[in-house]
Nanobody
Framework: QVDLVETGGGLVQAGASLSLSCVMSGGDLSKYSMGWFRQAPGKDREVVAAIRVTGDSIFYGGAMKGRSIISRDIGKGTVYLQMNSLTPLDTAVYYC???????????????????WGQGTRVTVSS
């Protein structure tokens, strides 16, 4: 049973930076592509960033492109999301997710991911 636990959310002011972490247990991070998603109230879940299982391909969704960085530490079983220049529009619950690793695919759709964390809430005040 793979479990994902996100930490690092909270309340910040506009313009601030925030770093989220996601720890995987019960599985080997090196066998999965990993993604960060977010869901704001009344909106669909959208991809923020994804990293291919091979580590050599990264995708950034439009909403935070240029303001976010995804990284991973396989030894620690942890995936990170660094977010900069936050605005109130970034207010959402942020989820970490794992997809079966396929060497030539960087999954960006929700349906590709089979394991999900419980989410961590990020609130950005103006």
């Amino acid at each position: 049973q793979v479990d994902l636990v996100e930490t690092g959310g909270g309340l910040v002011q506009a313009g601030a930076s925030l770093s989220l972490s996601c720890v995987m247990s019960g599985g080997d991070l090196s066998k999965y592509s990993m993604g960060w998603f977010r869901q704001a109230p009344g909106k669909d879940r959208e991809v923020v960033a994804a990293i291919r299982v091979t580590g050599d391909s990264i995708f950034y969704g439009g909403a935070m492109k240029g303001r976010s960085i995804i990284s991973r530490d396989i030894g620690k079983g942890t995936v990170y999301l660094q977010m900069n220049s936050l605005t109130p529009l970034d207010t959402a619950v942020y989820y970490c997710a794992a997809a079966p690793g396929i060497d030539y695919i960087t999954p960006t759709e929700v349906r590709a991911y089979i394991y999900w964390g419980q989410g961590t809430r990020v609130t950005v005040s103006s």
